[in-house]
Nanobody
Framework: QVQLVESGGGLVQPGGSLRLSCVAS????????IGWFRQAPGKEREGVSC????????YYADSVKGRFTISSDNEKNTVYLQMNGLKPEDTAVYYC???????????????????WGQGTQVTVSS
């Protein structure tokens, strides 16, 4: 059974930073990638970033490029999303997801990954 557990969400002022963590049971295998998605109220879930375990290949959506950084600690089965320069429009529930490495290939992410965490709330507000 695949387990993904997110943490690190919270309330932050515009321009602030947060670091999200995703502990993924499947991240012991190079077959997998981990993606970060977010869903704001009344909106569809959108892809934010992803990383492949095998080569640490990263992908970023245009909306977060230059502000967010994805990284991984393979020894800890953990993927991080460092979020800097946060904006009110970044407010959403953030989910991590796991699937095969080819789901993270540089194309825009689609929220059709197999396994999902429970989500963590990020609120950017003054």
């Amino acid at each position: 059974q695949v387990q993904l557990v997110e943490s690190g969400g919270g309330l932050v002022q515009p321009g602030g930073s947060l670091r999200l963590s995703c502990v993924a049971s499947v991240f012991t295998l190079n077959y997998y990638a981990i993606g970060w998605f977010r869903q704001a109220p009344g909106k569809e879930r959108e892809g934010v970033s992803c990383i492949r375990r095998s080569d640490h290949f990263p992908y970023y959506a245009d909306s977060v490029k230059g502000r967010f950084t994805i990284s991984s600690d393979n020894e800890k089965n953990t993927v991080y999303l460092q979020m800097n320069g946060l904006k009110p429009e970044d407010t959403a529930v953030y989910y991590c997801a796991a699937d095969a490495y080819y789901y993270c290939n540089g194309d825009d992410l689609v929220a059709n990954w197999d396994d999902w965490g429970q989500g963590t709330q990020v609120t950017v507000s003054s």
